[in-house]
Each structure stands twice: as C-alpha cells, then as structure tokens.
C-alpha cells in the first residue's frame, strides 16, 4: 500500500481523500494556494504545501508546482479528486513519468473518453446505443447543415472537448444554425483550447442518469448501481439519487449492462462513471463517460455501504480491490444535496464570504461532507460549493423527509446558500412523485 498521497484538489473532496488515507494508514499531503491557507483540507493533511497564489493557474492547475510538492515530501501517488487536473491525460502522463502513480485510469483512456465523439465512437463499437449524430468531428458550417437536415431538428451542437456545459448550443431550426455553430465553436475554442464540433439529435425531455463503474484495467468492470441526476441548473447538478425513482426494472438493468459492457470493453481500470439520457419512450442512450470520482459519489456509498474511494485508491496501490469480487447490494434510498454559497434570489450569484455560523444536520441517516467551519471565509476564486447533504432512508419517501429535516436543522450563517431553493424542489409535486425529467427546473419556472 502507498505510503504517502499527494492530494491535489481543495475544499470538501480534499477532505474527503484525507479520510479515505487514514482509515488505509496513509500519511497525505495536501496543496493549497495562498487563498486556501486557512482550508480544513490543510489543517487535516500532515503535510501541506503551498503552491502559489490564488488563480488556479498559478496553483492548483500548475503542474511543475504540484511535481515540484510531489517530491519534496516524497509522495507515492497523486489523488486528483474532481475538478482541476483531475481529467487532464496530460497531468496524469507528467505523474507517472516522475515515478508517481496516479489515482485514476490510465492517461490514454482519459484522452480517450474526454474526448467526447471518440467516446461515442468506441462505445458505439462495444454496441452501446448511441444518440443518432455526427461520424465524429463536423469541420465546417456547411457539413453542419446537411448533417443537421439528415439528423432532423432540433440538433445539439457539442464541443468534443466538452464539459460543464461550454460550448453546447441547441438549434431549434435551419436558420440559426450557420451562427450558433460559429458561437459554439468560439466558446469551445477559449474554454478548452480545442473548437472542434460534432452534432448530436437533441432529445427534448430525457432522464440523465450514471451507473458508477469499477474496473480492473484488464476488461472486468462492475457496477455500484445508477444515479438519477435529472435536476440540474446550467448543467450543474444539484440533487442525486439511488436508486433513480420511476425506471422500470428491466430499463435499469439494460442501463447497467451497457455500462458494465463499455468498461469492459475499453479495460477501465479505476472508478469511473458511464452517463446515459433516458427517453419518455424508455429508449436508453450513452452520452459520455467520466473517468474521475464525482461529486455524487456519496449517494452510491450510502446505499450501498462502500468506500469508493478507499477502494479505488487500494486498486491503483495493489491492483487489486475485494470489491471487484462481490456484487454490492442495494439497501434503502439516498438523496444528495449540494449547497452552494450562491444567492437563489439574484440569479444564483456566486456569494463568497466569512461564515459566521455553522452547524450541520446529524441524526440517524444523515452525512455531510463539508469543509466549513464557523470563522472560515469561502474565497471567490473557486467554486460554490459548501457542503453535500447526503440522507439515507428504507424508503425513497423516507430519505425526502429527512433531508427535509436535515436542510430546516442546517444553520450557515454569514452568506446566501441555495439550501431555500433545495427545500422547494424537495416539496415540489414533481420531486414528490418522482415523476421529473432534465427539464423540471426550467419548467417550474427558476
Ligand atoms: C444532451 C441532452 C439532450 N440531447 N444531448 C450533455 C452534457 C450535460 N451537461 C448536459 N447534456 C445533455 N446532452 C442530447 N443530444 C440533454 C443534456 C442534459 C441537459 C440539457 C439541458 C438542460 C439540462 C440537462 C441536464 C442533463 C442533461
């Protein structure tokens, strides 16, 4: 086993690695900008390094500066946690070429999958279904527009580098192609450095749902079963579930299969995620894969009582993990709530600051993964989010309530959360019923 990881990421998945190697008896580092100096995931590592000041790019995105911390404390391993480097084939190559393993799939596979119609490609060769689109990337407006009358409106214009939701555009119709095309490209292009396009047909009303996957690297993969995460804002997740409500038996098993089937077939050798949209007609389509630990994990591990991440690091020390050998059963219901230091009444605008006060939820059936603390300020050079709610319960009823309960008891004071925003989806009908797809939080009027 390791005996010592590097962690480069911040707030509450830091935290969360940090756990993971203490249970497992390894000593960790934790890097942190000039911003995050007061961070818990500092305070909680046993060694921390700072490694520039607070743009990412000077930090946590520089890769000679965390090489640079690697080796000082002569670090194993680097867990990359979610966001960041944590996707980059790049870093990933830099690590291992310094003689330090890297928590995750192989660097070729990232490549592979973050590069979102390849994805397409090899899993429409391992015979998943995929959505009716574009033979790979679309060089030119005029291609687009045959394509597009091919496919039929409205299409999906995605950028191949794609991610968070830049550089995607739905056409409605053949007149606004020729410019959301060129829009599209230009966003891809700043965002990610890579413009190419290609097209998908866009599916109206659809239920996105991921199956957590684990692989072995040499073409065994299993499942830890789906998670629905149909309720999003801007393709920001903001509520997940397992087991999804509402998907009859038999699709849920075909959405299992199919991800099982293209881990397998690409030898996925880490933790992963395999996305798909479901149609109101149940019809199952693969949308793209993701090779790191997600935010949502939490929700698998509740209802299925494993430590992904203990696992996933014992796989990249050992090559080898007891999971890959059991099938986990399911038991009860899990919902996950992010609350983010965002103010739902202004738009969800980004609202960093001194937390005054803090006091989670506990109780039975009730974690919080958070890296708050009453006196801690959330700087505004990173993301929002302040914590994950995660409730468990016999019943998908049972665990709405206690979240319920959970969001009422949760007290952080100082600045805005969208913990308001989360009480009303929670007592929406549609939430209630279960009956929601990727369209309920436009459709409810937010
Ligand atoms: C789609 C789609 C419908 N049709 N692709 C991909 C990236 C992710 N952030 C959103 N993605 C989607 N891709 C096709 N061909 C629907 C989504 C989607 C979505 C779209 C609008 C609003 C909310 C959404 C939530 C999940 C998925």
């Known amino acids: 086993m390791y005996n010592k990881i590097l962690i480069a990421a911040r707030g509450e998945i830091a935290l969360r ?21 007061e961070s818990l995931h500092v305070k909680f590592a046993d060694e921390d390094v700072c490694i520039g000041n607070a743009q990412p790019v ?12 690697a080796e000082i404390t002569g670090a194993d391993a680097v867990h990359p946690g979610y966001g960041f480097l944590a996707e980059s084939p790049y870093f990933a190559e830099v690590c291992m070429s310094c003689k330090l393993d890297w ?8 490549e592979k999958m973050g590069h979102k119609s390849e994805a397409r490609r090899l899993m429409n060769e391992a015979e998943l279904p995929i959505i009716p689109g574009s033979d790979g990337i679309v060089e030119g407006e005029e291609i687009a527009l045959k394509l597009a009358g091919q496919i039929g409106y409205p299409v999906m214009i995605k950028a191949v580098a ?16 020729s410019s959301l095309f060129h829009a599209a490209g230009a966003e891809a292009e700043a965002a990610f450095g890579d413009g190419g396009l290609y097209l998908e047909k866009y599916l109206e009303t659809t239920r996105h749902i991921e199956v957590q996957v684990f692989g072995d690297g040499k073409g065994r993969a299993i499942h830890l079963r789906e998670r629905e995460c149909s309720i999003q804002r801007r393709h920001q997740k903001l509520i997940e579930e397992s087991p999804a409500p509402g998907i009859p038996e038999e699709i849920r098993d075909r959405i299992l299969d199919y991800a099982v089937r293209g881990a397998e077939y690409v030898r996925y050798g880490s933790l992963g995620t395999v996305e798909f949209l479901v149609d109101p007609e149940e019809n199952v389509y ?33 090559g080898e993990s007891p999971l890959l050998d059991r099938h986990p059963d399911v038991t009860g219901h899990a919902i996950e709530c992010r609350i983010n230091a965002e103010d739902p009444e202004k738009s969800f605008k980004p609202s960093p600051g001194l937390i005054t006060f803090y006091h989670p939820p ?9 890296h708050l603390y009453a006196g801690y300020t959330v700087p505004p050079y990173y993301d929002s989010l302040l914590a994950k709610i995660i409730t468990w319960g016999e019943t998908r009823e049972e665990a709405r309530v ?16 969208t913990i308001p925003f989360h009480l009303w989806i929670l007592r929406h009908e549609k939430f209630i019923s279960g009956d929601f797809d990727t369209s ?6 937010r």
């Open 402 to 417: 206690r979240m319920i309960r959970s969001l009422e008891e949760c007290v952080i004071e100082g600045v805005p959360t």
């Open 362 to 370: 506990g109780g039975p059936g009730v974690r919080v993964d958070s």
């Open 58 to 69: 000077e930090s946590y995105l520089n890769i000679p500066r965390l090489i640079a911390a």
């Open 440 to 445: 309920f939080i436009d459709k409810a009027g």
């Open 162 to 177: 794609g991610g968070g939701g830049r550089g995607i555009r739905i056409v409605r119709g053949v007149d606004e192609l």
């Open 286 to 318: 693969f949308l793209e894969m993701n090779t790191r630990v997600q935010v949502e994990h939490p929700v698998t591990e509740m209802v299925t009582g494993v430590d992904l991440i203990k696992e996933q690091i014992r796989l990249a020390s050992t």
């Open 17 to 37: 690695i940090i756990r993971a190697c203490r249970e497992l008896g390894i000593r960790t580092v934790a890097v942190h900008s000039e911003a995050d100096t």
């Open 103 to 110: 928590i995750g799939p192989a660097p070729s596979l990232m």
